[in-house]
């Protein structure tokens, strides 16, 4: 009899130890799970992507620029049809192409065709800042079709919008970017390099990503550019002034400023 209870007793210490330990495994279970749903992720966190179409060469440049000042990947976007000259008559291509999208935006047959993107999946980036050219007043059909195939996947990602053009304004290239990515997070302000103040893009560049705190979501790279417009005073165009303004919004040791 005393050995049957000895037994029945060791038999009830292992599963209460059993238990004890199922339940400490079910409570840490449940505690990391609660951890990780509520720890935001930092907004930027993540990786950027710069995502761009470029014709005349303008856009590329922009890139090469942005990309010596920040740490990005960079995809190209590309024409399927490498014969089109969209210059030609005063833009007539490039019109066509425009008219087409907007007499049937929702239409997947009326963008033109693109090459195969080398950069399938959007999930590792956080940031994605678009490049484009001005073609009458709105975005570059060219980078118009891979937005409206790819816009989607942009939803909750912080955008970036450069715009560069002769002269226009870029207001109608931001309705088309928010139209075609329709969730994205935007930062506070978009870019635009013209002719009259691409030779100094590198301090507009320079200047935007300060403006839209680019720094506090990644890191940014010190260039040789930088010391150039830490040891002033901009105008958000890029312009150096000899005072800091009483007024209005610029930029003094590479910060933003509003008085």
Request: aromatic residues 8%.
């Amino acid at each position: 009899m005393q050995r049957d209870s000895n037994s029945n007793t060791e038999t009830m210490k292992r599963q209460i130890l059993m238990l004890l330990a199922a339940m400490l495994l079910t409570y840490c279970s449940e505690d990391s799970d609660i951890t990780a749903q509520n720890t935001p992720t930092p907004q930027g966190a993540g990786k950027t992507l710069v995502v761009y179409y470029s014709y005349t060469n303008n856009c590329h440049e922009i890139v090469q620029t942005l990309t010596s000042q920040i740490e990005a990947d960079v995809m190209r976007i590309e024409p399927a049809d490498k014969t089109q000259k969209y210059e030609a008559n005063n833009y007539a291509i490039g019109t066509q192409l425009l008219n087409a999208i907007q007499a049937a935006p929702n239409d997947a047959a009326s963008y033109p065709a693109i090459d195969p993107v080398s950069i399938t999946d959007l999930t590792p980036y956080q940031n994605i800042i678009i490049v484009t050219p001005l073609w009458w007043s709105q975005m570059a059909a060219i980078l118009q079709t891979y937005l409206f195939h790819h816009g989607a996947e942009m939803a909750g990602k912080n955008v970036g919008l450069i715009v560069s053009s002769a002269s226009s304004g870029i207001s109608g290239v931001v309705s088309d970017c928010k139209r075609l990515v329709p969730d994205g997070n935007y930062f506070s302000e978009n870019l635009w390099i013209n002719n009259s103040n691409r030779s100094n893009r590198s301090t507009l560049i320079q200047n935007w990503l300060t403006a839209i705190n680019y720094s506090a979501v990644t890191a940014i790279n010190t260039p040789a550019t930088k010391s150039a417009a830490t040891g002033g005073y901009y105008s958000l165009s890029g312009q150096r002034l000899q005072h800091a303004p009483k007024h209005g919004i610029f930029i003094a040791d590479g910060k933003k400023v509003s008085r």
